[in-house]
């Protein structure tokens, strides 16, 4: 599995991938948190927090996770190399949970930066240092949860064509349906609960507060577990 992630995380870099990803994140929040004039500019807010970072990105990386992952297996099953790579002495599972780390990491790589956002707003402060670390340390963790959530959503619908864009927008809509259809389809029935915490915003929401719910973690793990097992699966019949 090591052997794998190393392979794929450093494929990242040796292309643009990873760069533009990185680019287009922190592009994309710095333009929305610092310069554009409208409700999520962080200097227009009047107080010190993070939350209009933390609602953005969930949605930027409802498209940059599955565009990291597209081509975990789609460019293996397009150039034939995927059945070369069952020959060798790993396991499906190896390989699924090697691609799985390597996306992860650089997801993790692209979120390091934004610590400068943090420390930003700390001295925004008045007085300075006037920020709720509990609840910005749970939004981190809640991040790196959806994260891992989107990446196994996106490994598993990379298996199912040879063509990227097609495993892109597969990726794209399952996450979408996941983190809002259930909110979505709550509201037609009066905004109900049950619903909700079928969808990941609400765990999400949940963690953000700075409170670690055993019932948002298991969720989580589960989600990310089942994808990841349904692209083991998956593999079985390429």
Known sequence: MTAILKKE?????????????????????????????????????????LNSFFFLAPWIFLFLIPAITMKSFSDELHSGTIETLQTKPITNWQIVLGKFFAALLLVVVALIPTITYVYTVI?????????????????????????????????????????????????????????????????????????????????????????????????FISVTIFFLLLTKNQLRNV
């Open 9 to 49: 995380f450093n494929a990242f870099f040796a292309s643009p991938i990873a760069y533009l990803v990185i680019g287009v994140f922190l592009l994309i929040n710095g333009l929305f948190l610092w310069v554009f004039k409208d409700d999520t500019n962080i200097l227009n807010a009047g107080f010190a927090d």
């Open 123 to 219: 001295q925004l402060g008045n007085p300075i240092g006037n920020l709720d670390i509990g609840s910005t340390l749970g939004s981190y963790i809640g991040l790196l949860f959806l994260a891992a959530a989107y990446t196994s959503i996106g490994l598993y619908t990379s298996t199912f064509s040879k063509n990227q864009i097609v495993a892109f927008i597969l990726g794209v809509f399952i996450t979408f349906f996941l983190f809002y259809g259930f909110d979505a389809i709550a509201s037609l029935f009066s905004n109900s609960y049950t619903i909700q915490l079928l969808g990941i915003n609400e765990h999400f929401k949940s963690i953000s507060r700075g409170v670690i719910d055993t019932r948002d973690v298991i969720y």
